[in-house]
């Protein structure tokens, strides 16, 4: 089997790293808006992207969260199944939980576009 070659990225004119993420998939599960301790709201919410892998079907669930008000109230309009677009950046979380420390990665979401609603994908036919 020959090895896949990795994707070309283009090069930035910025010295430094890099972090910048774009998705384009379904949500699953309708977004959820939850107030920190620290008196402000996220919404979150998870983005379902295909992944090619050898002939088979595959796909990655990735976790996301908006902390932009703007954003919050959009995103609050989507519902399970709907296309989406996200940019941002990749963060992670470090949080305590029964078991003790615990991390996670999630995409810190600053655009946010719905391509097409659940019913919209069914029927084949995009938002406009």
Not at 3 to 26: H, I, M, S
Not at 76 to 103: C, I, K, N
Request: aromatic fraction near 4%.
């Amino acid at each position: 089997m020959a090895a896949r070659k990795a994707p070309e990225v283009a090069p930035t004119d910025e010295p430094g790293a890099v972090n910048e993420v774009r998705l384009q998939g379904r949500i699953s599960g309708d977004p959820e808006e939850r107030d920190l301790p620290s008196g402000d709201s996220v919404v979150v919410f998870r983005v379902v992207v295909d992944r090619p892998s050898g002939g088979r079907a595959t796909h990655d669930t990735i976790d996301c969260a908006a902390y932009s008000g703007r954003l919050r109230r959009s995103i609050l309009r989507w519902t399970h199944g709907d296309e989406v677009q996200v940019g941002g950046s990749l963060h992670r979380r470090f949080f305590r939980s029964g078991a003790g420390p615990v991390s996670r990665y999630e995409v810190e979401v600053a655009s946010a576009a719905r391509l097409a609603t659940a019913a919209q994908r069914e029927r084949g036919t995009m938002a406009g």
